[in-house]
């Protein structure tokens, strides 16, 4: 994937280069306890940065078939990340993401996300 800088010195033009490369939603407070009242997150490239108590979380949109998602929690807490209605990551109605952590999804079917975890 290229950095916005790249796209934009080819003579695209900002938007462009923001949807190619993937918008950055920061500082996202993870809310709720399921599914239907997490926080909703609508970019590739997500970072919560408040997450106060463990339980929490996000819920991100549909899956797409090649679609990669960045997640990072620099929340205190340990969250919950939710699929879309009707999808699931690693074939479950949700995962987690440890506190200071970070996580790829990579979307497998227009339902179905797979999750790789890391530092």
């Not at 970019?43 to 078939?65: D, F, K, Y």
């Amino acid at each position: 994937m290229a950095f916005p800088s790249q796209i934009l010195g080819s003579g695209n033009a900002a938007a462009s280069s923001i949807a190619i490369a993937g918008e950055v939603t920061a500082a996202v407070t993870a809310a709720g306890s399921t599914a239907t009242d997490a926080t909703v997150v609508s970019t590739p490239n997500v970072r919560v940065g408040t997450a106060g108590s463990a339980g929490l979380g996000i819920r991100v949109p549909p899956a797409e078939t090649g679609a990669l998602m960045f997640i990072r929690n620099d929340g205190a807490n340990t969250i919950n990340v939710y699929p879309a209605t009707g999808g699931t990551i690693n074939g479950s109605t949700s995962t987690t993401i440890a506190a200071a952590k970070s996580a790829l999804l990579l979307g497998t079917s227009p339902t179905t996300w797979v999750s790789l975890a890391g530092a």
